[in-house]
């Protein structure tokens, strides 16, 4: 099964993570890394590894970014693993995944994540099962707030082993980042019927509620205060984030 699988990681600035993932990534025959015109060690670091290709476009969204990656990069293989930058498979996981032999309906596998803190891995996390692995031509992205999902066109089998997510970016780094996306998702938030949102993004859209059912979703129902430091900085990164889209919404109310 490895041998029909190419896996694309889109990158920007990543180098303090990039060289992690593709050391993981040494079996396969190519690795398409799409990068926006990163002005770090990001393409430095890819060139170190034979089996990468990489490509470069400017970035415009991350769903045409995933379109322009899959579909006109000229991968051949039948199977794409997509990969963020930050995202780590580890052994048990390529293993599994070298062990399958999936029918023909299958059009995707989906697999869950380990979120890790500086490398220290949490007992859970907010983070969704995606679709990460999927067969070529039976998948088609949407932009969907800040980032994109991928549709899949037919049945959808789950993996056991997890992806590591272990972003080593600095704190200021995903501060500004969190400003550019919780804008995008206020703008989803306030555009869409509410009877189209899920129970978080209806939580989210009342400008209040949000950060306080983060707060005790992740340290009581997700037990993340018995993680320790790295429980309590990943809940406060979290509500971190729902509190600048509570400013980003009520932004929006005062301007109208």
């Known amino acids: 099964m490895l041998a029909e699988i190419t896996p694309v990681i889109l990158t920007y600035n990543e180098s303090a993570n990039i060289g ?24 430095a ?10 490509v470069q476009r400017p970035f415009d969204t991350h769903a045409e970014q995933w379109r ?15 990969l963020d930058a930050d995202y780590m498979v ?9 062990a399958l032999t999936p029918a023909e309906e299958t059009a995707a596998c989906e697999i869950a994540f380990t979120y ?5 891995p949490l007992r859970a996390s907010l983070y969704p099962a995606l679709p990460v692995l999927f067969r070529r031509g039976r998948g088609r992205f949407v932009q969907d707030g800040h980032t994109e999902k991928l ?23 995903w501060l ?22 899920s129970w978080p993004g209806r939580l989210r859209r009342t400008r ?32 971190t984030a729902d509190l600048i889209l509570s400013m980003h919404l009520l932004r929006r109310d005062l301007d109208r």
């Open 68 to 82: 322009f990656a899959v579909e006109q990069t000229g991968i051949t293989s039948g199977w794409v693993l997509r």
């Open 45 to 54: 670091i890819a060139s170190r590894f034979p089996n990468v290709r990489t």
């Open 90 to 98: 580890e052994p048990a996981l390529r293993d599994e995944i070298a």
């Open 116 to 120: 890790c803190i500086d490398g220290r």
């Open 20 to 43: 992690r993932s593709l050391e993981r990534l040494t079996w396969a025959k190519e690795v398409v890394v799409v990068d926006s015109n990163s002005t770090d060690d990001t393409l």
């Open 151 to 173: 549709r899949i066109d037919g049945p959808i089998v789950k993996l056991n082993n997890r992806l590591l997510h272990d972003d080593r970016k600095s704190l200021e780094r």
């Open 176 to 197: 500004q980042s969190q400003s550019r996306y919780q804008a995008q998702e206020a703008e989803k938030l306030t555009t869409r019927p509410w009877s189209e949102l």
């Open 208 to 239: 209040f509620l949000g950060p306080i059912a983060v707060a005790v979703h992740c340290l009581v129902v997700k037990g993340l205060i018995f993680d320790g430091t790295a429980g309590l900085l990943y809940t406060a990164q979290r509500v």
